[in-house]
């Protein structure tokens, strides 16, 4: 057990939860005796002090080193134990198993990558090993072992282990979490932990120690997008350092990057090291790094840094799955401080959406405040925008703290948001609304029909020549087998906007319509074609906000003062006041495709074969 | 990465985490292993400087070869550094004679409460690792104390996802604890790796080494040959001793530490 000649061994954290009393530390002080991994005199100095409080001997004193511990016998805070096997090394995390102190259970358990849990055999399924089961799943550790415990107060009996093995399972399975291992054990007697028992040879998997060597590392988050929080700015010297911890993925000089959610763009320069300046120009998920970029602006902690593919969610608006841990409960309307990663700002409950009870997965009664130890989906509104990630793809940056006041008292994960909103979330005017999930993604969409969705935005002064193109266009994609939808503004003020005047405010919410319907279509997997003249370039920004600049393509179809002349509808342009009347149209402060027309009879054809030759890599 | 990378770059991301939080900020500095290793990580986290002061308190009762240590390293790397004593207690005789656990209190634990109101430190890094003993194996990383040092033990806060505790009522401070995660094999496969420089009292001499220092009434080495870090490193792979099986106050109640420290001590 003691082997630790290689010199870079891998190390595993492993949390000890349930019920109080099911014997938590007791298992952990018993594995520590069974594979000599106690200090001289440890089991001396238990005995001892056992003696002066007047109690029998416990395992459990090895682990609960305050006297408040010993004395009473439980355990208050968590601890962390260094252990090795053969294969690796180990921190085992003992986590009180008492309901008020939770809060000590959850520190002990965010770092932990695989749990056993914890239940008396005698007793059953208790509210904490509900609590803690549900605990887990919240923070997204899945790798977890069933340890029934005290085998010896139900003799033993294969029976009744199968009767608590059915009824856990069923409550494990709806919060997907799917046990490695069930392990019938007597901890204090030592029998499947690190020794086989004859008293349970109905039972033939692995013992509490092989177990813990059957868990896999996850990877670092390497292969994933990059995350890079900027957690300082340094001026020491002439350097100007950005500073942080890479959440996910990797960086190396001369990446192109992008801030978020400014959404400024520069190069990678450098990055530092010491002592030895040549260290690394390659980092990853894990490391503590400092960066210098190409272009020097204002920079602040709390943004993020990823490629300009890929890029975190941005709002400030999302749905959360909350558990709060506060001596005060939480409420709306109360200002509180939201922690996610290097981002800190000001938030409220906007909406309570759903009250569990984490004993028995019920749903409360109650929507007005989440009390200590519940567990709840909300809304949270920030007071800024925040940069954040769907737990389920990223924890890092898809899990945030609550402080209340002086303390952190609730921790969250942010939960799938529905593609549509995903580009942005706005507030409604009821607070009596939720984002609902759905079953089916964009991606799953788009892979269906063999195509990336994109919005491709036509515009240009009346007579341009852009509807004759868009119908081409729709026409070709749909030859090409693709999945396309044309909007017409023209059309469109024959239906959902013919309530609309045609003044500067009717145009503007024009476009709006018309983006938020593109949007629809665009995380449905359907490619879309827009015809608009949208000469008021923040109009054309407000749609690309909508629709997301990842996904808006905005072709601008100039033409000759001739030819638009000739192909408006007759007179159309005689009551402009402005002999020029090319500066109607506002050009955008973005580039853009230009397509230009000086022949009125120009052939569309050719202009729809270079637009698909410049989007057709995309699509 | 491997594990010394890993825990590394934790230590760098909670020392930035600090310096960003905390505008009086100061550091520990035993001239032990553990702190000098932490001196390292300050190096390294802050691209060569140090940006804040380190802080020695300074009982009169240290190894000579400490303070030779401390003052060369100091005057080569150009560090700031703030000594403090309990004088008053010096010179009305304050030693381990009077009662370990006292001395500790008065030559320890009084002039630090005194350095953390002088200089109104919020923020105090000290190097306690986990693995030590009890009661620095349930700290948190980042741990509060009330504005007489005190430590509520059976109520701390959670810690979290590394969002640590940095909103705290004025008066109090917050003692950091960047190496909490590391143990005794780690800090020297670390300084192997690194080539940091530290106290050669840790090689043995006439068949005894020190594993842990203090001063020297109450700081006793142990039996060994070991001259080289891969020979320390081999050694504690095979002792049952515990690190700080050799330091007397430890030894002087079942609770020592934990009464120790929840009055304010390191």
Not at chain 1, 392 to 414: A, E, K, L
Not at chain 1, 508 to 522: D, H, K, S, V
Not at chain 2, 126 to 143: A, M, N, T, Y
Not at chain 2, 212 to 224: A, E, K, N, R, V
Request: charged share 30%; proline share 3%.
């Amino acid at each position: 057990m003691t082997e630790v000649a290689v010199k870079t061994r891998e190390k595993l954290n492993i949390v000890a939860v349930g019920h109080v009393d099911h014997g938590k530390s007791t298992l952990i002080g018993r594995l520590l005796f069974d594979t000599n991994s106690l200090q001289d005199g440890a089991i001396e100095k238990v005995k001892r002090i056992s003696e002066q409080n007047g109690k029998p001997f416990e395992y459990a004193y090895l682990l609960d080193a305050f006297e408040e511990e010993q004395k009473q016998g439980i355990t208050i805070d968590t601890t962390n134990i260094n252990f090795s096997t053969a294969k690796r090394d180990y921190i085992i995390i003992d986590a009180p198993g008492h309901k008020e102190f939770l809060k000590n259970m959850i520190s002990g358990a965010s770092s932990a990558e695989a749990a056993l849990l914890m239940i008396d055999a005698n007793e059953g399924i208790q509210e904490q090993s509900r609590r803690h089961g549900y605990i887990l799943s919240l923070l997204g550790i899945s790798k977890v072992f069933v340890i029934v415990n005290k085998m010896d107060l139900i003799d033993y009996s294969e029976q009744k282990y199968n009767d608590i093995r059915q009824e856990f399972n069923k409550f494990l399975s709806n919060l997907n979490i799917f046990p490695i291992e069930y392990i019938p054990v007597a901890a204090f007697y030592g029998e499947n932990i690190a020794k086989r028992s004859d008293n349970l040879s109905w039972y033939h998997g692995v013992t509490i120690l092989e177990a813990l060597d059957l868990v896999q590392k996850e990877p670092e988050a390497e292969n994933k997008p990059l995350r890079f929080p900027i957690q300082d700015v340094y001026k020491f010297d002439n350097r100007r350092i950005i500073a942080g911890k890479i959440e996910a993925g990797t960086l190396k000089v001369g990446d192109e990057i992008v801030i978020n959610p400014s959404g400024k763009k520069t190069k990678v320069k450098s990055i530092e090291n010491w002592p030895n300046f040549y260290d690394k120009n390659y980092v990853s998920a894990g490391m503590s790094v400092g960066i210098t970029f190409e272009d020097e602006f204002f920079n602040k902690r709390g943004e993020i840094i990823s490629h300009a593919e890929n890029k975190p969610q941005k709002g400030n608006l999302f749905n959360v799955n909350i558990f709060w841990m506060g001596k005060n409960p939480l409420v709306k309307g109360k200002t509180y401080k939201l922690k996610l990663t290097t981002q800190e700002l000001e938030c409220e409950v906007f909406s309570i959406n759903k009250v569990i009870d984490s004993s028995n997965l019920n749903e409360a009664s109650h929507f007005d405040c989440i009390n200590k130890n519940e567990v709840a989906e909300i809304t949270i509104k920030t007071k800024q925008v925040v940069c954040f990630d769907e737990f389920v793809d990223f924890q890092s940056t898809g899990r945030f703290v609550i402080v209340d006041g002086f303390d952190v008292s609730g921790g969250g994960i942010v939960l799938k948001t529905d593609d549509t909103l995903k580009n942005r979330m706005l507030e409604p005017l009821s607070k009596n609304l939720k984002p609902h999930p759905r079953l089916v993604t964009r991606q799953q969409k788009e892979k269906k029909l063999g195509q990336k969705a994109k919005v491709i935005w036509l515009t240009g002064l009346t007579g341009c020549g852009k509807n004759e193109i868009a119908a081409k266009l729709e026409k070709k994609l749909f030859e090409l087998d693709k999945t396309v939808c044309y909007l017409n503004s023209s059309n469109a003020r024959f239906g959902i906007s013919s309530d609309l005047e045609f003044s500067e405010t009717g145009v503007y919410e024009q476009t709006r319509r018309l983006a938020e319907i593109a949007n629809q279509f665009i995380n449905n997997g359907i490619i879309t074609v827009v015809s608009s003249i949208n000469r008021y370039k923040k109009a054309r920004e407000i749609a690309k906000d909508i629709i997301g600049s990842d996904d808006y393509i905005e072709f601008h179809i100039d033409a000759t003062e001739n030819v638009l002349k000739k192909r408006a509808l007759k007179g159309f342009y005689d009551n402009n006041e402005n002999n020029d009347i090319k500066q109607l149209y506002e050009k955008s402060e973005y580039p853009v495709y230009s397509l230009y027309i000086d022949n009125f009879e120009f052939n569309s054809n050719e202009k729809v074969d270079y637009i698909l030759e410049n989007i057709k890599h995309i699509l | 990465m491997d594990h010394l990378e890993t825990i590394e770059a934790q230590s760098i991301y909670i020392l930035r985490e600090a310096y960003k939080h905390f505008g009086k900020l100061g550091m520990l500095w035993s001239i032990g292993k553990d702190s000098t290793v932490m001196l390292w990580l300050a190096q390294k986290a802050f691209f060569g400087q140090c940006p804040f002061p380190l802080i020695h308190v300074d009982t009169n009762y240290k190894i000579p070869q400490m303070i030779e240590f401390r003052d060369k390293l100091v005057k080569e790397q150009n560090l700031n550094l703030i000594v403090h004593q309990n004088k008053e207690a010096l010179e009305e005789g304050m030693c381990h004679e009077k009662g370990r656990l006292l001395c500790c209190e008065n030559l320890k634990t009084k002039p630090l409460q005194e350095v953390v109101k002088i200089y109104g430190f919020e923020g105090l890094i000290l190097g306690v690792r986990r693995d030590e003993e009890g009661s620095r194996s349930k700290e948190r990383i980042f741990s509060e104390r009330d504005n007489e040092s005190n430590w509520d033990y059976t109520d701390q806060p959670p810690e979290l996802w590394d969002q640590f505790k940095t909103d705290f009522k004025k008066g109090n401070h917050i003692r950091i604890h960047p190496l909490l995660h590391w143990t005794e094999v780690d800090i020297w496969k670390y300084i192997q790796k690194e080539n940091i420089p530290f106290v050669d009292l840790y090689f043995a001499k006439n068949g005894k080494r020190y594993r842990s220092l203090g001063c020297y009434p109450c700081t006793f080495p142990i039996d060994s040959e070991v001259t080289d870090i891969e020979g320390i490193i081999e050694e504690l792979k095979n002792t049952k001793q515990t690190e700080r099986s050799g330091r007397a106050q430890d030894q002087e109640d079942a609770y020592a530490m934990q009464k120790l420290r929840s009055k304010g001590y390191m």
